[in-house]
């Protein structure tokens, strides 16, 4: 079975502090993709990043960044110096290529940046 | 490129209505999908297409829900007899087999 865990339901910080939103899967594919979702108060999902599970290597984007561990089973993500522009919900989300096209959510994690 | 477009953007209806909402995927894209978020929760997975087919049409939450799509393309998901606890947002994504999902703005959805 395949499975998104977010355990980190509400996490609020003040502004330029740095946070890292915690990502955890289950899967006993080894091929599959891993992915991060912005949902800000407007509503509209936007997609952020996407790794596949052969791809290991961390990655920066920006104030952005992501690091996965297949030993851990885990995909982090970490905003360094936030902005109350990141406040939001955050979906961390798997597709595996032996389930046909389903994709698997976590319940999501509410950032609030405080000015 | 455009995006994946739904509508209508906002509906009310009354209690007992039928409603249909409708879903424009990304061109080319051959999955497309339905999920409906309540109120600060999180995404429920109700149905999804891969090209006119459904393979999977476990989320549907009861019969009076329903979705077809066409050519490969639009797709329609229909609500029977609304009740107040159909009252969400219905998000639609759309992809390329099991690689990203890119997703519209929804429709939110009140019911009286």
């Known amino acids: 079975a395949q499975k998104v865990t977010q355990a980190q339901t509400e996490i609020s910080v003040v502004e330029k502090e740095d946070v890292t939103l915690d990502c955890v899967y289950e899967t006993r594919d080894t091929t599959y993709y891993l992915f991060w979702y912005k949902q800000p108060p407007s509503g509209e999902l936007v997609f952020l990043i996407r790794?596949?599970?052969?791809?290991?290597q961390n990655e920066i984007s920006g104030r952005y960044s992501w690091n996965f561990q297949k030993s851990t089973s885990s995909f982090n993500f970490t905003i360094t110096a936030s902005q109350v522009v990141d406040s939001a919900v955050y979906f961390c989300?798997?597709?595996?290529?032996?389930?046909?096209?389903?994709?698997?959510f976590g319940t999501g994690t509410s950032l609030t940046v405080i000015p | 490129g455009a995006g994946v477009s739904q509508s209508p953007s906002n509906k009310v209806t009354e209690k007992g209505k039928d409603v249909e909402l409708r879903c424009d995927p990304i061109s080319g894209h051959t999955a497309l999908y339905w999920y409906r978020q309540s109120l600060g929760q999180g995404l429920e997975f109700l149905i999804y297409?891969?090209?006119?087919?459904?393979?999977?049409k476990s989320g549907l939450p009861s019969d009076r829900f329903s979705a077809e799509r066409t050519g490969g393309s639009v797709s329609t998901l229909t609500i029977q007899r609304t009740q107040q606890e159909d009252s969400a947002v219905y998000l639609c994504?759309?992809?390329?087999?099991?690689?990203?999902?890119?997703f519209g703005p929804g429709t939110r959805l009140l019911v009286l």
């Open positions: 989300a798997l597709s595996v290529l032996n389930t046909g096209n389903q994709f698997y």
């Open positions: 790794r596949n599970s052969f791809d290991e």
């Open positions: 297409f891969q090209g006119n087919s459904a393979p999977d």
């Open positions: 994504a759309s992809s390329i087999d099991w690689e990203t999902q890119y």
